[in-house]
Every structure is written in C-alpha cells, then in structure tokens.
C-alpha cells in the first residue's frame, strides 16, 4: 500500500520561506512522476508544482521564480522549497503521485502580512 507523507508546513511571515517534504512509502512505488497541489479556503484545488523524468519541472506562474521542487530518489522523498512566501500563499499543500493520482493527507502553509 502506497503512503504519501507530506511535512514541514507552519506559520511563516511574509517573505519568509518553507521547505516542504513528502516521503513515500510502498513496494516498488517510484517517485518519477509527482506533484504538488494546495487548496486556499473557499478556492479550488490548483497545480503547483510538478516534477518527471519525462517533463521535467512544472511551475504555475503564480510560485515561478519563488518555489523549487526537487527530489531525492534514494530517500523516496520530493520537496517544495518555498522561498518569499506571500500570504496568498496560505493553503493546505498536498503531495500528490502523478501517475497512480495518489494523495498525501496535506500540510497547513499559512503566510502572515
């Protein structure tokens, strides 16, 4: 069975940063393929970041130039460096398997002015 753990979320004020973690877990599970998504009270779901062998990295214009996703496929683990977090920023951050559209529980990024 396949487990997406994300961490490293909190309370930051604006211009600070976060760095994100999503480890997983699971026989035979890669990581070639994953995403980060969040969702804003009130908002819907949007694309983040994603990252793939085939497509290389994906960032929504709205985090470009302030985000950086990476991975680190010995530990099975993708990361989402936050750096000059405004407080639209605020959401709850998923990590999300791209190919078998697993979720990650989610983790709380709130950004205060």
């Known amino acids: 069975q396949v487990q997406l753990v994300e961490s490293g979320g909190g309370l930051v004020q604006a211009g600070g940063s976060l760095r994100l973690s999503c480890a997983a877990s699971?026989?035979?599970?890669?990581?070639?393929?994953m995403g980060w998504y969040r969702q804003a009270p009130g908002k819907q779901r949007e694309l983040v970041a994603r990252i793939s062998s085939a497509a290389g990295t994906y960032y929504a214009d709205s985090v470009k130039g302030r985000f950086t996703m990476s991975r680190d496929s010995a530990k099975n683990t993708v990361y989402l460096q936050m750096d000059s977090l405004k407080p639209e920023d605020t959401a709850t951050y998923y990590c999300v398997s791209l190919l078998n559209n697993y979720w990650g529980q989610g983790t709380q990024v709130t950004v205060s002015s």
């Open positions: 699971g026989s035979r599970f890669s990581i070639n393929a």
